[in-house]
């Protein structure tokens, strides 16, 4: 009497649990397989979300899922502000506003921003979604910069790009990214 409820249980347990796997896997097939614009020295090209890499430079349009964490370098704003939605992050449908580094906004996108030498240091990966602390160090047009970077010089992954668009560097993908690690 009591095999036959507990194997019905069971039975429902894990075809639910199974359900579930393949409705995550087909989920993240789809997000993996969705293309962005990546900005090399030999011009644009489209690149697929699980090819990304940290250091890759991305172009992210309006209304454009972020695919990994990044530091906005350059926004299509001469302010170097962006609205973000990050309703799939943190719950919340509201708009956050983000701002690009201010040394590299001042830099024409795509042509000029591939030729600056630097490094961008970021604190280990984090569960934090408000906090983030960096540094930027480049030399721009022979004039050494050093800024430091906080949470509003980042896009999270799965936010979306309001309005606009902006350039920034990957510095976080797949299991480091916030959103993953929440």
Excluded at 38 to 47: D, K
Excluded at 110 to 128: C, D, H, K, R, W
Aim: proline residues 3%; aromatic residues 4%; glycine residues 6%.
């Amino acid at each position: 009497t009591y095999v036959a409820p507990l194997v019905i249980v069971l039975t429902i347990s894990l075809a639910k649990e199974a359900w579930d796997d393949i409705v995550r896997w087909q989920r993240d097939r789809e997000v993996n397989s969705q293309t962005y614009i990546r900005i090399t020295q030999n011009g644009s090209q489209r690149v697929k979300a699980e090819d990304i890499k940290v250091g890759h430079i991305l172009e992210i349009k309006a209304h454009e899922r972020v695919p990994a964490d990044m530091i906005i370098l350059h926004t299509a704003d001469e302010s170097g502000s962006v609205f973000i939605k990050t309703d799939q992050l943190d719950g919340e449908t509201d708009w956050k506003l983000r701002r690009a580094v201010s040394a590299t906004q001042q830099v024409k996108p795509e042509i000029e921003l591939l030729n600056i030498s630097g490094v961008i240091t970021a604190q280990p990966p984090s569960i934090s979604i408000h906090q983030f602390e960096g540094r930027v160090e480049a030399t721009i047009e022979g004039q050494e910069i050093e800024e430091g970077l906080s949470v509003e010089n980042t896009l999270w992954a799965t936010t979306t790009l309001a309005s606009g668009s902006c350039i920034g560097m990957v510095v976080y993908t797949g299991k480091e990214t916030r959103s993953v690690m929440n």
